[in-house]
């Protein structure tokens, strides 16, 4: 039984008892059941324990950004450096999610792990696309998430390449 159950059967009980001394506990009951809705309320689809996007600390290890002569396609690979920073997430299933943008600002394509990974205390991570050979600059923008690729757990990696470009 949850421990707010356990006080209202205890107040109840309390008012039941006391109602040969004519106490009424309306009042306190109808105040402590306003307080527990007030928190259930403002606490709803918030989790004590939430993520905060900081769980995870990514930094750049290299990038490309390439023509593939063969597809006519270019090619975008970004690999990351990963450090957590919350040793309870450490084993655990999750995602990272590279989102890659013209110049201008138009989202050219998503890519993540289809699975996602196991994610270890320090590690690498590489994203690697596909888009249409219209681009010659870009920006890629790589969060790590969670599972469902719902919660960013990690800072933004942003990359701008030009074609041709490689960061090493």
């Known amino acids: 039984m949850s421990l707010i159950m356990i006080l209202i059967r ?3 009980q309390i008012q039941e008892r006391d109602m040969g001394n004519k106490t009424d506990l309306t009042g306190p009951i109808a105040l402590f059941l306003l307080i527990i809705g007030g928190l259930i309320f403002f606490t709803s689809g918030r989790s004590i324990f939430a993520y905060h996007g900081e769980e995870v600390i990514i930094t750049l290890n290299s990038a490309y950004f390439t023509a593939l002569t063969e597809s006519g396609n270019h090619q975008v690979k970004v690999i990351t450096n990963y450090t957590i920073s919350n040793s309870s997430i450490a084993g655990q299933k999750m995602n990272a999610v590279m989102k890659v943008y013209s110049v201008n600002g138009t989202l050219l394509k998503t890519t993540s792990f289809p699975t996602g990974f196991i994610i270890n205390k320090t590690g690498t991570a590489q994203l690697l696309t596909n888009i249409p050979d219209s681009a010659q600059n870009i920006v890629s ?17 942003n990359v ?6 490689s960061i090493k």
């Open 10 to 12: 205890d107040l109840l």
């Open 141 to 157: 923008v790589t969060t790590f998430t969670n599972l469902g690729k719902t919660l960013s757990l990690s800072n933004p990696l």
């Open 160 to 165: 701008t390449l030009n074609l041709g470009q």
